[in-house]
């Protein structure tokens, strides 16, 4: 019985484990604004399950989104670049057929200003090629995300940043 056990353990732990890239963005909040929190990356197959929880938020939606420099250093976060886009399309909704790799779904706040979100996001990799986004940052908007504006969906100021690491 204790042999038959170890055999599934390792079993499982040769799937789970193989799978097993993961990742987090510690997200802090940009020069006068209150919002910070974690978002957790999972590598699973050929997507990431993506695992947000933040807080210190304005209720109600905003833009979230992977931009292409893993760089928070500046007070408004302009330091982090564009969307992450290495398929050449444009600013859209990530349920549609074109948008941004980088193009998230909307956080939304409750009342007290907390938003907590899982998603499958990609196809994207934790592990190289053109579809890593370690190293990349993530990044909340203080507005909505009309998924139509080009090329960030008028998603306003950027309120809170944080490196994939
Ligand atoms: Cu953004
Ligand atoms: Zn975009």
Not at 79 to 87: D, L
Not at 91 to 112: E, F, I, R
């Amino acid at each position: 019985m204790r042999s038959a056990l170890a055999i599934v353990a390792a079993a499982l732990c040769s799937t789970a484990c193989a799978q097993g890239t993961s990742a987090v963005a510690t997200l802090a909040p940009t020069a006068g604004n209150s919002a910070a929190g974690t978002v957790s990356f999972a590598q699973q197959g050929e997507t990431i399950l993506v695992t947000v929880d933040m807080t210190g938020l304005k209720p109600g939606p905003h833009g979230f989104h992977v931009h292409e420099k893993g760089d928070c250093s500046a007070p408004d976060a302009t330091s982090a670049g564009g969307h992450f886009n290495p398929t050449g399309q444009p600013h859209g909704d990530p349920k549609g057929a074109s948008h941004h790799l980088g193009d998230m779904p909307m956080l939304v706040a409750d009342a007290s200003g907390n938003a907590k979100l899982k998603f499958e996001f990609g196809p994207a990799t934790l592990r190289g090629g053109p579809y890593d986004i370690v190293g990349r940052s993530v990044v909340v908007h203080a507005d909505a995300d009309d998924f139509r504006t080009q090329p960030a969906g008028n998603s306003g100021a950027r309120i809170a940043c944080g490196v994939i690491k």
